[in-house]
């Protein structure tokens, strides 16, 4: 496995982010969703910002394609994430938990003191993931429509 950043736009980059799309509208709809509704959940989430000054994306590779990623767009120290997915046939191989350590690192390195994301409790697995990380739920700090749980934690000393 290895854990590298990604331009957005790349090839690996848009497959990875797609799958995380399907999964994410099809829970939604209750249903697999369309290629429409992924293209329109892509032109509603783009990620494009997720490099230079303004955010970074980062993929684990699993024989040379994207089996997971995290992006994080930089909020003066803070670090937002989002696009935070692992492929289904990837889970429970500590993926996830390497992929956000290595965010964590560069987001320290940068000068982020702490990251926040919000997510929805549907989204089980990632939740789970979070708080075995040491995310601690917190008051919600946008007004997203999907979401229905905000976390956020610390990297000064961590």
Not at 34 to 50: F, I, S
Request: glycine residues 10%.
């Amino acid at each position: 496995m290895i854990v590298e950043v990604e331009r957005p736009g790349a090839a690996r980059a848009d497959a990875i982010v797609r799958a995380y799309l399907t999964e994410v509208a099809s829970r939604w709809y209750g249903r697999a969703a369309t290629a429409a509704e992924v293209d329109r959940a892509l032109d509603d989430e783009p990620y494009d910002d997720l490099q230079g000054d303004s955010g970074v994306f980062i993929i684990a590779a699993d024989g040379g394609a994207a089996v997971a990623c995290a992006g994080v767009r930089f909020v003066g120290d803070v670090g937002e994430l989002t696009k935070v997915f692992t492929l289904p046939e990837h889970r429970g191989r500590g993926v996830g938990s390497a992929l956000l350590r290595h965010v964590e690192d560069v987001c320290r390195a940068r000068g982020t003191t702490s990251l926040r994301l919000d997510t929805r409790a549907e989204l089980a697995e990632a939740c789970a993931l979070y708080e075995r990380l040491g995310f601690v739920r917190v008051d919600p700090f946008n007004n997203d429509p999907y979401s229905d749980r905000w976390y956020a934690k610390s990297l000064r000393g961590a």
